[in-house]
């Protein structure tokens, strides 16, 4: 099985925050901005944008998609052609059927305003109703043999599911191209526990990793007080006492390294050979994810971070969907 091509360069940016009123604050008013984030990731490399038709609050659902839709078309700088628009279709409830999901396939590439590059699974059903899954599994695979997308891939599935999935899509012939998983110093449990990248680098499928800043706490810019508002702000006062050594590690190797916190957290997640997604709502935050890039963290300071996330009394609380 080969897949069409499909471009994933070494880093991506996720586009959870482009339409989320409730966790991230966005307003309509961010657009500009957003655009000019859209086009300094692409004319660095950055040509992975991950979405979903579900990402978008109220009203406002979908309007992730629609956004990157009218960015990729305005955008006429140097690497166009290499721009992957990955959209994550949810396993609604009221979607039962293969034909359900290449519905939903097709009102995303009507949000965008062209096909979607790679459609992903974004949640299992198997921790709930496992029955309703194959259906839908079923749908992503008429998307790709009927060529309205170049590869398919999953998000929050763990490796016995996985290796489920595997051989459903084998059998007809469709290969996985990528899984996503939420991983970083503070989220290591998918791969120290369920070995999920041994498994993707076995069935030769690649491991993105969402969230690589554990929502913003591995800044370190909330670490002397100043929280977050709103949901995050619960989550970061339990998490910030038990995690300080971890953040004393980030920033020992960042002062050593002439870089940020974020910088060294986003490169540990691809020196563990996956593709980090950080998420960028200004060109400030754009420019410092870029900044993740062209160098590489040595063994001794990977294994330094191992050492202190393995030892930290806090853990990132894990997405619910996700399976073993």
Avoid at 121 to 141: C, F, K, R, V
Avoid at 277 to 305: M, Y
Wanted: net charge positive.
């Amino acid at each position: 099985m080969q897949t069409r091509q499909l471009y994933l360069p070494e880093m991506g940016c996720g586009t959870w925050a482009w339409g989320n009123r409730l966790l991230w604050g966005y307003d309509e008013s961010m657009d500009d901005q957003l655009q000019a984030v859209f086009d300094l990731c692409v004319s660095n490399g950055v040509t992975l944008f991950d979405t979903g038709d579900s990402y978008g609050t109220g009203r406002l659902n979908g309007r992730s998609e629609g956004l990157l839709g009218r960015f990729a078309r305005e955008y006429q700088g140097t690497g166009k052609e290499n721009i992957c628009i990955a959209t994550k279709l949810a396993a609604y409830p009221w979607r039962l059927t293969r034909q359900s999901m290449v519905k939903a396939g097709k009102a995303s590439a009507e949000r965008l305003g062209r096909n979607v590059d790679l459609v992903q699974m974004h949640w299992s059903t198997a921790n709930y109703a496992p029955w309703q899954e194959w259906a839908l599994l079923d749908g992503l695979a008429d998307l790709y043999e009927q060529g309205l997308v170049k590869g398919v891939g999953l998000s929050n599935y763990g490796s016995q599911r996985l290796k489920q999935v595997y051989k459903k899509l084998r059998d007809r012939g469709v290969p996985i191209a990528t899984l996503q998983v939420q991983y970083s110093l503070l989220s290591t449990y998918p791969v120290t526990e369920l070995g999920i990248k041994d498994v993707c680098d076995e069935l030769g499928i690649k491991l993105i990793a969402y969230s690589p800043l554990a929502l913003g706490i591995l800044t370190g810019k909330y670490a002397q007080g100043a929280l977050p508002k709103g949901i995050r702000s619960l989550l970061f006062r339990q998490l910030l006492p038990g995690i300080r050594p971890l953040l004393g590690c980030l920033q020992e190797i960042a002062s050593s390294r002439n870089k940020t916190m974020s910088q060294v957290a986003i490169n540990w997640c691809i020196c563990k050979g996956t593709i980090p997604i950080p998420g960028a709502k200004t060109v400030a935050q754009a420019k410092e994810n870029l900044g993740a890039l062209s160098w590489r963290l040595d063994a001794s300071e990977v294994d330094a971070l191992d050492r202190a996330a393995a030892s930290t009394d806090k853990k990132m609380v894990q997405n619910i969907f996700q399976t073993r």
